[in-house]
């Protein structure tokens, strides 16, 4: 039963262009959602987050949007920079108080690719 | 920013030998580590909760008799595959948090059993 969601396994963008992933998930008792970035051969690192009672992130090039009653979450990265391509995992964490203390559910992983 | 640092990166093993994986936090206490394990071009999937000073919580599928977990302080948790197999092979990733700041991942163990 997969809880979370990425249904694009890839996405090419040119730089300077907007980057758009989305992800999608079921369990209503997620609480907090994240976006994380791995390259080949690395642990993922985090990028952005965002809490339930909130619909909008923004840090820098990167702003997560989520949609509560989709159960859905996206992530902007404008404008997209070569150096973005990598593999984006979004995760979500449930009855964590809004933090990310609880166990993490993630997506199958999105390959971005920025051509110059 | 935080940073988790695991040991060893890779690691090439006979089958039946035991494999300890090293997961430490260098800049905060991390009151829960996770252990997560990933196969090629798929998700990361959670094997284990660990919290400092108690028995580690594993999801549903994962022996614990095999996949051993030690969380003996707020900085360091080890997994030990014990008696490792060929299909023991993968990509083990940790992970270690606070109340404070989300999770932050070490950069993994490549795991070869032959």
């Known amino acids: 039963d997969q809880q979370v969601k990425q249904n694009s396994p890839s996405l090419s963008v040119q730089e300077g262009r907007i980057s758009i992933l989305n992800c999608d998930y079921t369990?209503?008792?997620?609480?907090?959602f994240l976006w994380y970035k791995k390259y080949p051969a690395e642990g993922p690192t985090f990028l952005i987050s965002?809490?339930?009672?909130?619909d909008k992130n923004e840090d820098g090039r990167f702003t997560v949007f989520l949609n509560k009653s989709a159960k859905h979450l996206s992530l902007h990265i404008v404008p997209s920079q070569p150096g973005d391509s990598a593999v984006y995992f979004c995760?979500?964490?449930?009855?964590?108080?809004?933090?990310?203390?609880?166990?993490?559910?993630f997506g199958q992983g999105t390959i971005l690719t920025v051509h110059p | 920013g935080a940073v988790v640092s695991q040991h060893p990166s890779w690691v090439i093993c006979k089958s039946g030998t035991s494999v300890k994986i090293e997961c430490r936090s260098l800049?905060?206490?991390?009151?829960?580590m996770f252990w997560y394990r990933q196969f090629p071009k798929q998700s990361l999937m959670l094997m284990a909760t660990?919290?400092?000073?108690?028995?580690?919580?594993?999801e549903q599928g994962v022996e614990k008799d095999k996949f051993l977990i030690n969380h003996a302080s707020l900085t360091l948790s080890t997994l030990t595959v014990t008696s490792a197999h060929p299909e023991d092979s993968s990509f083990y990733i940790c992970?270690?948090?606070?109340?404070?700041?989300?999770?932050?991942f070490g950069d993994g163990t490549r795991l070869s059993i032959l």
């Open positions: 369990n209503s008792m997620f609480d907090y």
């Open positions: 995760a979500a964490s449930a009855n964590a108080g809004g933090t990310s203390y609880g166990k993490l559910t």
């Open positions: 660990s919290n400092e000073g108690s028995k580690a919580t594993y």
């Open positions: 965002i809490s339930s009672i909130k």
């Open positions: 800049d905060f206490q991390a009151t829960t």
């Open positions: 992970s270690a948090g606070d109340m404070r700041q989300p999770q932050h």
